[in-house]
């Protein structure tokens, strides 16, 4: 991943599905995000950290679970959220760098 922060793909859950989205960091500080994912995305869906002030360490190596699903990725050294301002840290702002470099996709079931 070459930018900051990331967006997942949200593949479609299915009923009993757990919901909860955990990245967690596989190399140095026992790093552990959880979110919660809402019934607007249980059909799929992208899901942007940066909108709820998420932010990973760039040069980090993660994992992220959703449901029966497991995604390894890491983040480049230099990776940055590409902003403009102090404020697109906060939660609610997107970052400017282009989703492509961003986006995270979780294998099929």
Partial sequence: MYA??????????RAGDSRTLVIERTNGAGERIAIDIDESLANGGFYDLGRQGVQLKSGAHYAATLASRKLNFRVDGKATSK???????????????????????????
Wanted: charged share 25%.
């Fill in 4 to 13: 900051l922060p990331p967006v997942f793909e949200i593949p479609k859950l």
């Fill in 83 to 109: 902003s403009s301002d102090k404020a697109s840290n906060k939660p609610g702002s997107a970052s400017k760098a282009p989703i492509v470099s961003r986006l995270r996709r979780f294998p099929p079931a």
